[in-house]
């Protein structure tokens, strides 16, 4: 496969969850058409395939176009692409069918340990040239808050045993998870591939307002997360 059917495939799960959408939203509706026996287990799938399928998908395929030289694709990458395919048709079936449980949990867990082999992989094989640049900046803490986002989902399974799922904690490791990909390895990442594409055509940009502008955002993502959180209950042991 070349890097631009990589990123085609991308589009390929944003079908995909369209079509689960679709069907949830008509058995939302009076229609009630019968074709989906567990609700919550088809919104599972759909927020993952969502998520890890076409917006992960996208943004690590537009990042190792931009960053990454075609023979260490060739050598290395593949072979993350396809770890990534096994977990997301692993969860696109799973999850469908069983919800949370062993199978879906497997291959959620997967997809992350795979995805800390991808942060690598960038941190590694980045081509010399632009690890300097202040694009490769911006994609490194993305990545970054990606790891680190994965701390939500670490946490609930301790969470459910010792606490269960009514307790504020486990919504707030949801939350955490959410927060870290949405507002901070999203954004990030198409900030940097944006950046990418300045820097290619010369557009110069200032280092001094560029680093106020990192530590604004950096206040901003862990700011707007606490602020986020003031619904939580003041007893912190519920």
């Known amino acids: ?79 993350i692409f396809w770890a990534t395919q096994v977990c997301l048709i692993g969860m696109l079936i799973a999850f469908p069918v069983q919800g949370y449980a062993l199978m879906s949990i497997t291959f959620s867990t997967l997809f992350m340990l795979v995805s800390y082999v991808f942060f690598g992989f960038i941190l590694r094989h980045t081509q010399a040239e632009f690890k300097l640049k202040k694009s ?15 701390f939500g989902p670490w946490a609930l399974g ?31 990442a198409v900030i940097g591939l944006l950046v990418f594409i300045l820097e290619k055509y010369h557009f110069r940009i200032k280092t001094q307002p560029f680093t106020k502008f990192i530590y604004l955002i950096h206040i901003g993502i862990f700011g707007s997360f606490f602020q986020s959180t003031l619904w939580a209950s003041s007893d912190w042991t519920v």
């Not at 689960?20 to 939302?28: H, K, M, N, P």
């Not at 490769?136 to 994965?150: D, E, G, P, Q, R």
């Not at 301790?158 to 507002?183: C, D, E, P, R």
Request: proline residues 1%; hydrophobic residues 55%; glycine residues 4%.
């Open 1 to 79: 496969m070349t890097l631009k059917q990589y990123f085609i495939s991308s589009f390929l799960y944003l079908l995909v969850t369209a079509v689960l959408g679709f069907f949830l939203r008509l058995e939302a509706t009076p229609l009630e058409i019968g074709v989906i026996k567990n609700y919550n287990y088809v919104v599972h799938a759909h927020s993952h395939i969502a998520l890890l399928g076409w917006v992960y998908l996208g943004l690590s395929s537009f990042i190792v176009y931009f960053f990454i030289s075609k023979s260490k694709v060739k050598k290395h990458y593949t072979r």
């Open 136 to 150: 490769f900046l911006l994609i490194k803490h993305a990545l970054f808050y990606m790891a680190l986002s994965s």
């Open 158 to 188: 301790a969470i459910m045993t010792t606490l269960g799922k009514t307790s504020v904690w486990y919504k707030l490791a949801i939350y955490f998870y959410l927060h870290f990909q949405y507002n901070a390895w999203f954004v990030l």
